[in-house]
């Protein structure tokens, strides 16, 4: 069936550190591709996405790009925050069904 | 309302109880979702409603597990004989109109806790 794998954290960096999170998916036909984001005590919200092959998404200067050929969908961000520490959560829309799929979710903690 | 509103926010129960947890969609969204996330683990589905159609309950874990949308609005997800593994954060999502890559937007949960 279709999944979501996304890299285990804990993700530790300092500020002004360049972001990597890892997502790879399995899916049939063209899924589209999200990134959420959970900060500390708030709920999940759509950070990013993308709905077709090479598309960039971005968004309060991070970015994933839509990579059909790698089935990934690698969140970045050129210099991480200490308010970017959150958990986020890699995600793909399911067309065969009608549900969406996540991630187990990667926290990030960047130290000052 | 402005937000997805979920009640109640804490619930506390012993195991064997009857549960039941409440979701109040964004007003015009025609997609709800339930999910269950456990401590350290990812989100799970459990059950989405799209307008009038029958809902795809592929994702409840046993039939103690239950869920109803009146009115196309609110949605209350039950729990019956409540047992420790049910212990998780339920999240309730909207979306406006179901489709697949539609953003969703998400409650800030029931955190319930079987004793």
């Known amino acids: 069936g279709n999944s979501v794998t996304q890299m285990e954290g804990p993700v530790t960096l300092s500020e002004e550190a360049f972001l990597t999170i890892n997502c790879t998916y399995t899916?049939?036909?063209?899924?589209?591709l999200f990134w959420y984001v959970q900060y500390p005590g708030e709920g999940l919200q759509l950070l990013l996405k993308?709905?077709?092959?090479?598309d960039k998404g971005s968004n309060k200067g991070f970015e994933a790009t839509y990579r059909k050929e790698t089935t990934s969908f690698h969140l970045e961000k050129g210099s991480v925050q200490v308010s970017d520490s959150a958990v986020y959560f890699c995600?793909?829309?399911?067309?065969?069904?009608?549900?969406?799929?996540f991630g187990s979710g990667t926290r990030l903690s960047i130290r000052p | 309302g402005a937000g997805v509103s979920q009640s109640p926010s804490n619930k506390v129960t012993e195991k064997g109880k009857d549960v039941e947890l409440r979701c109040d969609p964004i007003?015009?969204?025609?997609?709800l979702y339930w999910y269950r996330q456990s401590l350290g683990q990812g989100l799970e589905f459990l059950i989405y409603f799209q307008g009038n159609s029958a809902p795809d309950k592929s994702g409840l874990p046993s039939d103690r597990f239950s869920a109803e949308r009146t009115g196309g609005s609110v949605s209350t997800l039950t729990i019956q004989r409540t047992q420790q593994e049910d212990s998780a954060v339920y999240l309730c999502?909207?979306?406006?109109?179901?489709?697949?890559?539609?953003?969703?937007?998400f409650g800030s949960g029931t955190q319930l806790s079987v004793l």
């Open positions: 999502a909207s979306s406006l109109g179901g489709g697949l890559s539609d953003s969703l937007f």
């Open positions: 007003s015009g969204h025609t997609a």
């Open positions: 993308a709905t077709k092959a090479d």
């Open positions: 899916a049939t036909g063209y899924p589209s």
């Open positions: 995600a793909l829309s399911d067309r065969s069904a009608s549900k969406i799929i």
